[in-house]
């Protein structure tokens, strides 16, 4: 078994290079499915390591170590994608140390982080390699954000024998340094909201000659709120976020069509498929009452389910963190964000850990998405280290 000291020395001595790798990953930022110089660089700095990557797409790839001894098969993975949005120079505090320098997009999600850490533990694992056994399968993802990468990487791994999946989240909203794996739901599951108010389109000047379909719009809207308090179950969250409304271009041309646009949350897979069948419900009735239509309902859907962590694997990731990092395992963290890492749960039992980045002192805690977003750096080597061991742990078992 490997000592606690001998892997957090290899940790603090790959410190630098960690934070180094986050720093270029940062001011060379992608969008998804257009990671191509990031999927290069990770590619040469595993080459250096022996190993040899696999594409499963345009630029998520698979890194398949094998130390050479029978055992057990675990999959670790980062995502690589970066926001379409303009950064700020400045954090919550002052300057940041790094800054995108490529225009209208940015690492304000964390994958920066994300890679780097990953990258840093497979140092680590390789260099251990005669102290363990089994298999690590390594992945870094294409477009999380866009799920663009998701189906070509679990069709790349579904069929390798994979008995766990672990992956990292840095959050803004836990103390730099806090660890949290508990079980259970952690991440909140999505779906889609997009259709259309069809009406009949025509003068301003007089109503009664067309349909509006802006009116029937605004009591569609208001028919699914009201439904929110009086048709879900009231021990199931399920937040209703309408986010977008467009109808019409001028001020006196009724439009045939409204758009709504949105989002639904949830943390049951169950409670959130009968919640989109009641939105559509009264989207449709709603509508019909006042002479309109829904169209392109189908595009009303479910698009990630929630991040349910294991329970085997959630113990085995907390007792790591005790017994490597005491005092630094937090309990009773949700989000509300979605995560592509959910469908990783059909290929194996599942682990996805958040570690916090919020750090007052250098300006980090910002919102993800925002252009303010920071990570304190100094929290990257916990990552790393809490990585290493549950494999270590994992695989030892």
């Not at 304000?108 to 982080?113: F, T, V």
């Not at 303010?372 to 695989?395: P, R, Y």
Request: negative net charge.
């Amino acid at each position: 078994m490997i000592e606690n000291k001998a892997l957090l020395t290899e940790v603090f001595a790959i410190d630098k290079y960690v934070c180094q790798l986050r720093g270029h990953f940062h001011q060379y930022p992608e969008i998804a499915a257009n990671e191509f110089e990031t999927s290069e660089f990770l590619r040469t700095e595993i080459k250096k390591l022996g190993l040899q990557p696999e594409m499963v797409d345009e630029t998520g790839f698979l890194v398949q170590f094998d130390t050479g001894t029978v055992g057990k098969t675990i999959a670790l993975r980062a995502d690589m994608d970066a926001l379409q949005l303009h950064e700020s120079s400045d954090n919550l505090v002052g300057s940041k140390k790094w800054v995108s320098k490529n225009p209208e997009c940015c690492h304000a999600c964390g994958h920066d982080g994300h890679m780097a850490i990953l990258l840093g533990a497979m140092k680590i694992l390789v260099g251990f390699k005669n102290q363990l056994s089994g298999k690590i399968i390594f992945i870094f993802e294409q477009g999380e954000e866009s799920g663009t990468g998701i189906l070509a990487t679990i069709k790349a791994i579904e069929n390798l024998g994979i008995q766990a999946i672990y992956g990292t989240h840095l959050t803004s909203f836990m103390n730099s340094g806090e660890i949290s794996a508990d079980e259970g739901p952690i991440m909140a599951g999505a779906a889609v909201i997009a259709f259309d108010v069809k009406g009949k389109g025509g003068h301003g000047s007089r109503p009664d000659l067309s349909i509006n379909p802006i009116f029937a719009t605004a009591q569609v809207i208001t028919g699914i709120s009201s439904a929110w308090n009086n048709q879900l179950d009231v021990e199931e969250t399920v937040t209703l976020g309408i986010t977008q409304l467009h109808g019409g271009n001028a001020y006196n041309i009724i439009p045939e069509s409204c758009f709504v646009g949105g989002s639904l949350r949830f943390f049951n897979l169950e409670t959130g498929n009968h919640a989109i069948e009641v939105l559509k419900n009264v989207a449709v009735n709603t509508a019909k009452a006042h002479n309109c239509e829904i169209i392109n309902l189908e595009n009303t859907k479910m698009m990630l389910e929630p991040v349910i962590n294991d329970p085997i694997l959630s113990e085995i990731a907390r007792k790591g963190v005790i017994d490597l990092l005491p005092g630094h395992l937090v309990k009773g963290t949700k989000w509300y964000a979605s995560e592509s890492f959910s469908r990783y749960s059909h290929v194996a039992p599942s682990c996805f850990v958040f570690l916090g980045i919020r750090n007052e002192y250098v300006g980090s805690g910002a919102e993800h998405h925002n252009s303010k977003f920071d990570i304190d750096e100094s929290a990257l080597k916990f990552g790393v280290a809490a990585t290493v061991k549950f494999a270590i742990d994992f695989l030892c078992s």
